[in-house]
């Protein structure tokens, strides 16, 4: 794994980023059980590897600081490759939603191609829009094939997505994310972590 890419650990423990260290201790053991390497039903090394990662940050005040100014900058680059304006009437907004998700899950897979997915409450928290709206959204994304779901919860944009997303005036470069209009999405910070990852 790149050592530069950006790893969302409150994404891993599935807690809010406002969570308390007594719910992150609770969370990581629930989740600790359930992914321990001895757990003949549902133990997995990789899971219980990634979730104690997490935990080794987040339980430790210091290291928990510095992270949250890194999660931080991450969720405004991601937000940033988003449209400021959606279009007003009902089925524009429906499909202005559909390719925000499209658009912060490319972004995502672009950045972190082996190891992408998000979670449903961070989609949330970047799109601002609340998880009832969302769940359709992503109903329908995911029957087409366009994103799927991960092993970790989260969801990733497919092939098929991808595809989707460029189809729908969605193209990415080196220096700028460009809109079906071709007006460019302001995500100059963006570059930065599109070269780390190349």
């Known amino acids: 794994m790149d050592q530069n890419q950006f790893i969302d650990f409150y994404e891993d423990l599935q ?40 935990f080794k940050v ?20 991601i937000w940033k490759a988003l449209s400021d304006k959606a279009p007003s009437n009902g089925n524009g907004n429906d ?23 998000i979670g449903i409450w961070h989609l ?3 799109l601002n829009w609340p ?11 995911k029957e087409k094939g366009w994103i799927e779901r991960t ?13 989707a997303a460029e189809e729908d005036g969605l193209i990415l470069r080196k220096d700028r994310l460009l809109t079906q209009s071709t007006q460019p999405l302001e995500v100059h910070e963006t570059q930065s972590l599109i070269e780390k990852s190349a």
């Open 131 to 141: 998880e009832k709206i969302l769940e359709f959204h992503i109903w329908y994304l």
């Open 15 to 54: 807690i809010s980023s406002n969570a308390d260290q007594e719910t992150i201790e609770r969370v990581y053991r629930h989740l600790a059980k359930r992914y321990h390497p001895d757990n003949s039903h549902t133990g997995s090394v990789e899971k219980f590897d990634i979730i104690t990662k997490a």
């Open 151 to 163: 092993e970790t919860g989260g969801f990733t944009i497919t092939a098929n997505g991808v595809d």
């Open 58 to 77: 987040l339980s430790d005040p210091e290291k928990r600081a510095a992270y949250d100014a890194r999660h931080s900058e991450n969720k405004k680059m």
């Open 95 to 117: 499909k202005y939603i559909r390719k925000a998700i499209l658009s912060v899950l490319y972004v995502d897979r672009r950045n972190n191609v082996s190891d992408s997915g």
């Open 124 to 126: 949330e928290k970047l």
